[in-house]
């Protein structure tokens, strides 16, 4: 080879340029990779974002009862608490001692449903009093008499001597369903009724419970009902008046009840027109025979008569102790409860079939419905 005419040189150069052609393009090569990889994450990245964010989560579904409080529109409480709470007022329980002195023993809630000044609160609030004193929204104290007051239901009602009261609307509790929104409003005091407003959700309708001999028909909530809005209205989302708040009968935690007011309106009628709540009557003191106790014994289900009230329906039908009641007007009963319910569909002075079992025999008898006022 001729070194001299540079031929070599060239032979270098050309293998210098092809190599570093082979550079550029290998260069090229890891930029177009290294971009497509770039851009394939960012893409990616954008499509798993966007699947992940519209994803719904199962711990997102599975709400907890603080959860469901806490979602529940602020305005929508607001405006039940500034439609309703003027009408709900304070009502002080003052007692007299032996010794001659006035105390206080207690405080409730109760709600204004007539604007000449007749409220509605619990029984159980004015319990015993011999005074009472109702404290108005706006801190106004005013003396206040029981018109009517009943055990069985935990209900009463009070008339100030007032007129044009803000009042509040009653709904229709059997539109409640189980889910709605639900507001307790109490004012115990008299101050400011937001201090007193809890709020949840309604978690049972139509329910029955019996405490200390008493049998309530309820709307069960996870709102708050607490001595200060007991006797306090429990709404709707409407700011409709659907329950009747009453701590005697809240019994758990997260578990507040209130006396439906389809089932208080009718007591809160009787309470204006008679004092009293007029019930009908059968005349007898009895006890449930189970199915138990009835294959011990041989004798049928249905409630033993353990004594006839004089001059009562039961007794001029010629029921006498030792009696079994086993079909009161067609229903047959198999529960202690079951006599009591077929009586509250019937008013006073209705004349009921019965039929009897005694000494082994069936009797069918006619009872007239008396009147009973406690």
Known sequence: MDYNNGSWQSGVKFVEEKRSKKILR?????????????????????????????????????????????????????????VVG??????????TTFTGRT?????????IFDKSGYI??????IDGASEVYVTLAGGKKLPA?????????????????????????????????????????????????????????????NRKMTVDGRTYKVIQTDASINPGNSGGALCNEA????????????????????????????IIESLMK??????????????????EIADEYNVPVGVNIRGV?????????GIRPGDIIVNFDGVDIKRMEDLSDVLEKHKVGDIVSARIWRDGKYIDVKIKLGEKTK
Not at 103 to 111: D, F, L, N
């Open 26 to 82: 290998f260069l090229a090569l890891i930029f177009i990779v290294f971009f497509s990889a770039g851009i394939g994450g960012i893409i990616g990245g954008y499509y798993v974002k966007k699947n992940y964010t519209e994803a719904p989560l199962l711990n997102n579904q599975l709400n907890t009862k603080q959860e469901i409080v806490t979602n529940i529109p602020k305005n929508s409480i607001t405006k039940v608490a500034e």
């Open 86 to 95: 003027p009408a709900v007022v304070g009502i002080t329980n003052n007692v």
């Open 103 to 111: 105390v206080k023993q207690g405080t409730g809630s109760g709600i």
């Open 120 to 125: 509605v609160t619990n029984q159980h609030v």
């Open 145 to 205: 008499r029981v018109i009517g007051a009943d055990y069985r239901t935990d209900l009463a009602v009070l008339k100030i001597e007032a007129q044009n009261l803000p009042v509040a609307k009653f709904g229709d509790s059997s539109n409640v369903r189980v889910g709605d929104i639900a507001v307790a409003i109490g004012n115990p005091l008299g101050e400011e009724f937001s201090g007193s407003v809890t709020a949840g959700v309604i978690s049972a309708v």
């Open 239 to 266: 700011g409709e008046v659907i329950g009747i708040n009453s701590l005697k009968i809240s019994s758990a935690e997260g578990m507040g009840f209130a006396i439906s007011i389809n089932e208080a309106k009718p």
């Open 274 to 291: 008679n004092g009293y709540v007029s019930r009908p009557f059968i005349g007898i003191y009895y006890e449930f025979i189970d199915e």
């Open 309 to 317: 009230e004089r001059g009562s329906g039961a007794e001029e039908a």
